[in-house]
């Protein structure tokens, strides 16, 4: 895919409730079921649970350990190049290192955080409002994500 397409997504689903969904340990006590029908942007493992609308990563380590859930899924697939190696989904930019709001989808700012980016992405294609599951950043029973511990 090209990167320049996401930038038409620029206010395409404006004022769609959007819900993104992140990894902490926080969902495996909450009933995702209640928002399979919403528009919805999940990242990195998020698919484990449900479906999402959207799965957006950034990172080449979860392709290389999800790439065959990755490929067959049926999300459309958002990701930064250095994530997606066979050149198969949409693209955006990562620029500079400080996170702020992006109006273009594919060009957002920072490093690090998939959710603050996720966040960008999800406002610069007009979502609002924007909910946010699992980003509560805990650690319950030694987990630091619903599925276990995220080494990358």
Not at 74 to 82: A, F, G, H, Y
Not at 116 to 141: N, R, W
Request: glycine share 6%.
């Amino acid at each position: 895919m090209n990167i320049s397409l996401l930038n038409t997504w620029k206010n395409s689903l404006k004022d769609i409730l959007c819900f993104v969904v992140l990894n902490s340990p926080i969902l495996n006590k909450i009933n995702v079921n209640l928002i399979k029908d919403m528009f919805t942007i999940g990242i990195n493992r998020a698919f484990f649970k449900f479906n999402p609308t959207i799965i957006f990563w950034q990172d080449i380590e979860l392709w290389h350990s999800e790439k065959h859930k990755l490929k067959s899924s049926k999300s459309i697939r958002v990701c930064s190049e250095k994530g997606d190696p066979m050149k198969r989904f949409h693209h955006f930019d990562l620029i500079g290192s400080k996170f702020k709001i992006s109006e273009n989808p594919s060009k957002l700012h920072g490093r690090g955080s998939t959710g603050a980016l996720a966040v960008q992405f999800a406002y610069a294609i007009g979502c609002k409002p924007i909910y946010l599951i699992g980003m509560d950043c805990t650690i319950e029973k030694n987990m630091t994500d619903f599925f276990g511990n995220n080494l990358t």
